[in-house]
């Protein structure tokens, strides 16, 4: 007996129109592509995460996926050259009296080929060992001709302060890593931003996954040092900011807190003024990230709009005991609350309503 489920999806002529669209039936996600005379159809569910297969383009006799551009076969359903075994199910289409038929029987199966999950995916446990602290420098640098910074010199003071009592301490600055901008896959869709950042598992030349490293999993506290540009942070501290979305993300989608249990305090420095929006900006951003601050959790220097002397601001900031005493007790409130947080193991769960009243695929079916 035939299992066949042909269904009349109507004129041929109206879905020849575009080489590749998605059609829904019922709760079936549809990949239907028109090349060369042809009518092909495989599944609309990409096998990485789901991504709208219809939705993405053709190159040649393959669809793209829009959201990470894996490749299949339009006809067949199989993954481009070399990973021919991971394939999505096809389906048989028909033209009939001008109308175009398809069904609904999958004539291929779906199949996954196992891969091997990025080292920053494994579960977030605290090891063992001294309270850890990550100070992130974003201040953009000539590496090969680097000149004085005053928030980096301010990080480095209150790491070394921090080491003076017993914490391990990492230092990235970010102009010394190379790490690709956010390319916006959560603006595709909620879903295609993943855990770990979809470059990150794409391209293992970036560099991102120090921070995610230290972030998610090494630190205790994080101290961000930041000069201040145009009454904002740095280009640099935006550019990590916004590849941090995925992590944000985690918890806007799944309910996974990523970040528990760690402070984030920020040094910031600028020869003109905005210390309040600038501190502002990044105490949101950290508090959305899952982070909690100590009592006072910055210093900052500014000597204001009309100080375009620059040279002296790097003088005022060198020579200040003040800035640096300001630097080493903030690391020193970060430092209690971190131990504190650590004795007292608060619950691995957090209530976070809010988000979740609109769903995050727009209703569509699975
Ligand atoms: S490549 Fe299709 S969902 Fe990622």
Redo the contacts with the bound molecule.
């Keep these: 007996m035939s299992n066949s489920q042909w269904h009349d999806l109507g004129p041929a002529d109206q879905f020849a129109a575009k080489p590749l669209q998605q059609v829904v039936i019922g709760r079936t996600r549809i990949a239907l592509s028109f090349r060369d005379g042809t009518f092909a159809a495989i599944s609309g569910a990409?096998n990485?995460?789901?991504?709208p297969l219809g939705d993405g383009r053709l190159d040649g006799e393959y669809v793209v996926?829009p959201?990470?551009?894996?490749k299949y076969h339009r006809t067949t359903g199989a993954g481009e050259p070399g990973y021919e075994a991971e394939t999505v199910p096809r389906y048989q289409v028909e033209v009939r009296e001008g109308h175009l038929w398809i069904d609904l029987t999958p004539a291929g199966k779906r199949n996954r080929i196992p891969h091997e999950p990025h080292a920053l995916a494994r579960p977030v446990v605290r090891e063992a060992g001294p309270l850890r602290v990550a100070g992130i420098s974003t201040t953009a640098i000539d590496e090969a001709n680097p000149r004085f910074s005053t928030s980096e010199a301010l990080l480095a003071a209150a790491l070394a302060h921090a080491k003076g009592r017993g914490a391990e301490t990492r230092l990235i600055r970010l102009s010394s890593l190379f790490f690709r901008h956010c390319e916006g896959y959560y603006s595709k869709s909620a879903q295609?931003c993943t855990w770990p950042c979809s470059i990150t598992q794409m391209d293992p030349n970036d560099q991102m996954d120090q921070v995610y490293e230290a972030m998610v999993h090494w630190a205790d506290v994080v101290m961000v040092a930041t000069p201040i540009r145009w009454g904002a942070a740095s280009s640099l501290y935006f550019k990590m900011a916004e590849r941090l979305n995925c992590v944000q993300n985690q918890t806007t989608i799944r309910d996974r807190v990523l970040i528990r249990n760690k402070v984030a305090a920020f040094i910031v420095t600028g020869g003109q003024d905005n210390v309040q929006g600038t501190v502002g900006q990044m105490l949101t951003f950290f508090g959305e990230l899952g982070f909690v601050f100590p009592q006072f959790p910055f210093i900052a220097h500014s000597r204001g709009w009309s100080a375009e002397d620059m040279e002296n601001n790097v003088r005022v900031v060198r020579d200040s005991a003040e800035l640096r005493e300001g630097a080493e007790q903030l690391i020193d409130r970060s430092l209690e609350v971190a131990k504190h947080l650590l004795a007292s193991a608060p619950p691995n769960t957090v209530a976070r309503g809010g988000r979740k009243a609109h769903p995050v695929n727009g209703g569509q079916p699975a």
Excluded: D, K, P
């Excluded at 990485?48 to 991504?51: L, Q």
């Excluded at 959201?67 to 894996?70: D, I, K, R, V, Y």
């Design positions: 990409c990485h995460v789901g991504g996926c959201w990470h551009n894996w295609a």
